[in-house]
């Protein structure tokens, strides 16, 4: 089983950064593809980014791409989401997840998920 704790979440102005971090306990970290999703109230939970447990190809959804960034160290078993040139559309809850595809895009192929982190972003 893993467990998984999101930080880095809080109350943003149009513009700024912010940098989310996850952190995950079990021993085959390096063997899991993770991900990250939001959700915001009323919506169906997205995609926003996600890599593949093989070192393969960095996903990210067209809603963040250029301005998010996603980033994996084995080693503390972290994976973080650096968020640049936030926006309104970007307040969401934000998730970070494990599933043992080598390629997960959807929020069903995962299997665990942290308790999410809120990003508020002011216009």
């Known amino acids: 089983q893993v467990q998984l704790a999101e930080s880095g979440g809080g109350l943003v102005q149009t513009g700024a950064s912010l940098r989310l971090s996850c952190a995950a306990s079990?021993?085959?970290?390096?063997?899991?593809?993770m991900g990250w999703f939001r959700q915001g109230l009323g919506k169906e939970r997205e995609f926003v980014a996600g890599?593949?447990?093989?070192?393969?190809?960095?996903d990210y959804a067209d809603s963040v791409q250029g301005r998010f960034t996603f980033a994996r160290d084995n080693a503390k078993k972290t994976v973080d989401l650096q968020m640049n040139s936030l926006g309104p559309e970007d307040t969401e809850v934000y998730y970070c997840a494990v599933s043992n595809r080598l390629r997960a895009r959807r929020a069903r192929d995962y299997a665990y998920w942290g308790q999410g982190t809120q990003v508020p972003v002011s216009s």
């Open positions: 890599d593949s447990w093989n070192g393969g190809s960095t």
């Open positions: 079990g021993r085959t970290f390096s063997s899991y593809t």
